[in-house]
């Protein structure tokens, strides 16, 4: 935590350099802060060119630097946060001499730090050493691969793809990486592919070397010759790399050969060996196996694992409790749930295994561990937390804090994107890089996360952006452990208590408001007192739940150096800052029913604040909101801006040239003079009113990227004489009741490329576009439209590539020329009429036609589908059927698969659902789709009857009999058991008619 500590302390030294903030100052001087910064800047580059340094001596500097950094951080604002208070001259005299003798004290500390790093270079610097000791996993003499016959429960269908890239006929040498988060089984599945007898037949040599995070290239080398059984005496005294490499190289040239790269941490290993692995023509290959991105070729293509399903999570955690024998009836349910809980990971499930197999088989033992999951494996095997350490430990400085932060958020949490870059922001993770916006920053931070298999994407929005992502449990625990040792977040639930050890020396809180007030309520005055002191240094606060228990008994007032206050899960009965000076707070959120007013003095003791969040009907700004120039973020209900040249601030011209997201504001505060005031301006979301229905102004805000406009009274249109800022992007309208012929304004955009119309947005029979129009759009959504007649072709929208049609209950047709659009991939139909689905399917034959063959048509009751599924249809499983990700294509089908063991009638969904899955079992260049797809065809004939007629009505047997012949065991058995389901149905259909004619015969 060293760097995110030293980059706060940083930027608050650039903020009270400020000689406007009168009540922000400090006794520092000028040219004090600007020595201070210059110290301060060596020790972030002194971290950050030798982030990969590990040994204790680096870390011990590190803890050093951390806890200077937080002393001089409180130094400096509790300074700053009594300035705002009321004392006496005297007083004010006392403490401006003791922070002078503070500020020596740590002056001379950082002095100090920065001596011994500057001699720690240059001892680098002198020994030639770029190389130090990094924490990596135990590595064995040999590090040669053993045997592996373990089950590959869930990792079939990898399996199957991975030797199938390893072998099929491509003759030039091919990398194919394997990537995940630690413990998902990528060097089991490695070793299952190099330990198969198709493999050992197909290579003339096989060579395996486990890298580890430090690349020891003689070690490597003398590996890689001992696991092809060619290492001799001699090279084992040879001391030139460059005369083991010429062996290496000799061993393999003129041999097909497969060389096995497991555990690579970067791209140096293969860079340094890149020249020894000969390229003959003749189908060799390298495999390796990483959990990061980066370690790649980007001309290579990634096989990406991925969790275990319900099913396969059971079997797993089965083989290794029983073996071979059944699973205790009594124990099965609670044994499901285990399962359940390691969340797909392998080695949870593995570990989680080799605890039960020891430990007492009986309910109420087995019922205890399903509650305490991951506490369990944490404990029972210390190695399982080390492998995940490994990824913490690899990161550079700069991501530590944001990969930590993710541990706030509750568990299976689904963060929105937006939230977690504000809250980055606000405390001051994010270093500022010229020509870009912190919120541009943190998204590269986020994509360097992602790619490092450390956080999760849930799902992304229609422009194709990561909207939500998550964490996977045992990373979190990780994240909470490695916070507390950090003193960087603490959490206060049930299982632990507001007097834990090393609470007091946390500097982030998060809080059930219930625990916390009722045991506070049960302590002694003494102790609260003593609780209270240890507030008095947080910086964070997470509420989860009712938030006005935080304020009932004043404790709100103990917590003066706040910088976050996020109480959007939770209501509050006024506005938390009435009272309360937060002087340093840079993110409030907070939820309240009915209207709010907020305090004049906002800008007096919200200065720093950057993102205010108020989820209320209603928001009146004060005036003063023109005050406040640090602001990014205005989220509201709704909310009412004062026009700045109305307001009683005389004399002074501000603009909040910072603010880039506005959401919701009332149409009546729309006008020139408030726009003109924010013209970095990115997302707007305006509401209009009945009583406000006078045009409004859209002028100066040429950054303006995503615009929403939604009138909440929909039986009035929205006037259309004005224009839209030329950079938007996406563009959603609701219930405007526009006319069609106003649509050429919209179409006039240049850059739009996301078009939702909501709720009548437009209104009318006909929409005739018109040539020229909406050249950049790529997704069209209409939802409740009650367009009948839509006359367009496809130079109307050169680059559509998504149509989604919704409840459209009166549109005819979709114009068939969008069959000779190349650039489109999917159509959406939700509640549409039979012509509309016709004509669909007529568009979808046209485009095979044209070679298409990544197109498709989805037919589906949306509603019906997200109601079983608990979750938002166009961000989760529908969204990943209809795209053309494999990756995406894969989970969903998974996912699908796991809701049909508890979902007892599907009819609805079937009719949109299977020909999607019948177009992935026609994929035979990706077999574990193919696979996965069959599974899920087997479940669900597995169901009912009429589950096996719908697979029949939509020509399933045709299909199936084509893949009886299929090369792919696993394929084939799968097939086969949906064939002879579907063979008996029609069988007994047949044996049922010819009883009720012989019956009709009968009675005639």
């Not at 089991?188 to 070397?209: C, E, G, M, P, S």
């Not at 941490?265 to 390229?279: G, Q, V």
């Not at 609780?531 to 304020?551: D, K, N």
């Amino acid at each position: 935590m060293a760097y995110a500590t030293v980059l706060s302390l940083n930027q608050i030294l650039e903020q009270i350099s400020n000689p406007c903030l009168e009540q922000h100052q400090t006794p520092l001087q000028d040219q004090q802060i600007k020595s201070l910064q210059e110290k301060l800047s060596f020790l972030l580059d002194f971290l950050d060119n030798y982030w990969q340094r590990r040994s204790e001596e680096v870390q011990c500097l590190e803890r050093e630097i951390r806890d200077t950094a937080y002393e001089f951080e409180d130094i400096i604002e509790s300074y700053i946060s009594k300035n705002f208070g009321q004392e006496g001259f005297q007083e004010r005299q006392m403490r401006y001499q003791t922070f002078c003798k503070n500020l020596e004290i740590i002056a001379d500390e950082i002095d100090s730090i920065k001596t011994k790093a500057a001699k720690l270079k240059e001892l680098w610097r002198a020994t030639g050493l770029h190389q130090s000791q990094r924490t990596s996993l135990p590595t064995s003499p040999s590090r040669i691969a053993p045997s592996s016959n373990n089950a590959m429960f869930g990792f079939h269908n990898d399996l199957i793809q991975i030797m199938d890239r390893l072998t099929r006929d491509k003759p030039d040498l091919r990398i194919i990486p394997i990537i995940g988060m630690g413990g998902i089984g990528k060097t089991t599945l490695a070793k299952n592919v190099y330990d198969h007898q198709q493999i050992a037949l197909h290579f003339d040599r096989r060579a395996w070397v486990s890298i580890s995070q430090e690349y020891r290239e003689r070690e490597v080398l003398l590996n890689l010759l001992d696991s092809m059984k060619q290492l001799s005496a001699e090279m084992r005294q040879e001391k030139s790399t460059e005369k083991l490499k010429e062996y290496l190289y000799k061993s393999l040239k003129g041999r097909r050969y497969l060389v096995v790269l497991d555990d690579v941490w970067n791209s140096e290993a293969y860079d340094a060996l890149r020249n020894i692995f000969p390229d003959d023509g003749i189908g060799s290959r390298i495999m390796l196996t990483t959990r990061l991105l980066s370690a790649v070729d980007s001309q290579s293509s990634p096989h990406h694992m991925q969790f275990l399903n319900e099913t396969d999570s059971w079997n797993l955690l089965l083989q290794k409790v029983f073996g071979e024998d059944c699973c205790p009836l009594e124990l099965e349910e609670v044994g499901k749930e285990i399962a359940g809980n390691c969340k797909g990971l392998p080695l949870s499930l593995v570990v989680m295994g080799g605890h039960l197999s020891k430990a007492n088989r009986t309910k109420y033992h087995w019922e205890y561990v399903a509650e305490n999951v991951r506490s369990i494996v944490t404990a029972t095997d210390a190695n399982s937390l080390e492998i995940l350490s490994l990824s913490y430990d690899y990161l550079p400085h700069h991501l530590k804090a944001c990969f930590l932060y993710m541990g706030v958020f509750p568990e299976d949490d689904e963060i929105l994107v937006s939230k977690l870059i504000k809250l980055w922001a606000a405390e001051g993770f994010l270093k500022p890089v010229s020509g870009k916006t912190l919120e541009e920053v943190a998204e590269e931070y986020l994509g360097d996360l992602i790619s490092r298999n450390l956080i999760l994407i849930r799902y992304k929005s229609s422009s194709g952006k990561i909207r939500a992502c998550g964490i996977h449990d045992l990373l979190r625990d990780l994240c909470l452990r490695k916070a507390q040792d950090e003193k960087f977040f603490h959490v206060i639930g049930k299982d632990v208590k507001i007097f834990a050890e090393g609470i007091k020396y946390s500097r982030r809180i998060c809080i059930n408001p219930d625990i916390f007030h009722k045991e506070l309520s049960n302590c002694d005055n003494s102790n609260v007192n003593l609780f209270m002191e240890f507030m008095q240094l947080v910086r964070s606060i997470f509420c989860y739940g009712f938030a006005s228990e935080i304020y009932e008994s004043g404790y709100g007032n103990f917590f003066p150096l706040l910088r976050v206050l996020d109480l959007a899960k939770g209501k509050v009965d006024g506005f938390p800052i009435g009272e309360i000076k937060l002087v340093h707070s840079r993110y409030l959120a907070f939820s309240f029913d009915g209207k709010i007013s907020i305090p004049k003095t906002l800008p007096v003791f919200l200065w720093y604040l950057q993102t205010l969040i108020v989820d209320c009907k209603e928001v009146h700004l004060p005036e003063e909101i023109w005050r406040m120039p640090q602001l990014r973020h205005l989220l509201f209900g709704m909310c009412y801006l004062p026009c700045p040249t109305k307001s009683p601030i005389d004399g002074e011209n501000f603009v909040l040239g910072n603010l880039l997201t506005l959401s919701k504001v009332s149409s009546s505060s729309c006008t020139k003079e408030v726009f003109e005031r924010v013209p970095n301006l990115k997302k707007l979301g305006i509401l209009t009113e009945l009583l406000e229905m006078t045009p409004f102004s859209l002028d100066n805000l040429p950054r303006l990227e995503n615009l929403k406009i939604r009138n909440e009274y929909k039986r009035v249109s929205i006037p259309m004489n004005f224009t839209f800022p030329p950079n938007i992007k996406k563009l959603t309208l609701d219930g405007c009741r526009i006319p069609w012929k106003h649509m050429t304004i919209v179409g006039s955009m240049p850059n739009l490329e996301v078009l939702k119309l909501l709720h009548n947005a437009f209104e009318g029979p006909v929409w005739e576009p018109t040539e020229g129009e909406f050249c950049k759009l790529k997704y069209l959504l209409l939802h409740d439209i009650d367009l009948a007649q839509w006359r367009a072709d496809n130079t109307h929208f050169p680059r559509l590539d998504c149509l989604v049609l919704m409840e459209c209950f009166k549109l005819e047709e979709i114009p068939c020329s969008f069959g000779d659009m190349l650039t489109l991939e999917i159509i959406v139909l939700d509640d549409a009429i039979p012509s509309a689905v016709t004509s669909s399917e007529k568009i979808k034959e046209e485009q095979k036609d044209w070679g298409n063959d990544s197109f498709h048509v989805s037919v589906l009751d949306v509603f019906h589908f997200s109601r079983l599924l608990g979750e938002d249809p166009e961000t989760e499983i529908i969204a990943k059927f209809l795209s053309n990700d494999d990756t995406l294509q894969l989970e969903a089908t998974t996912q699908f698969c796991e809701i049909l063991s508890y979902v007892s009638s599907m009819e609805e969904v079937l009719s949109g659902v299977v020909p999607r899955l019948f177009e992935f079992l026609d994929r035979d260049d990706y077999p574990q789709l193919q696979c996965e797809t069959a599974l899920c065809l087997t479940i669900i004939s597995n169901c009912s009857s009429d589950n096996i007629n719908a697979l029949i009505d939509h020509g399933a047997v045709p299909i199936l009999v084509s893949l009886l012949s299929s090369p792919n065991e696993y394929l084939c058995e799968q097939v086969g058991v949906v064939f002879s389901w579907c063979f008996d149905f029609i069988t007994s259909v047949r044996y049922q008619l010819t009883q009720v004619v012989i019956y009709l015969i009968s009675i005639t």
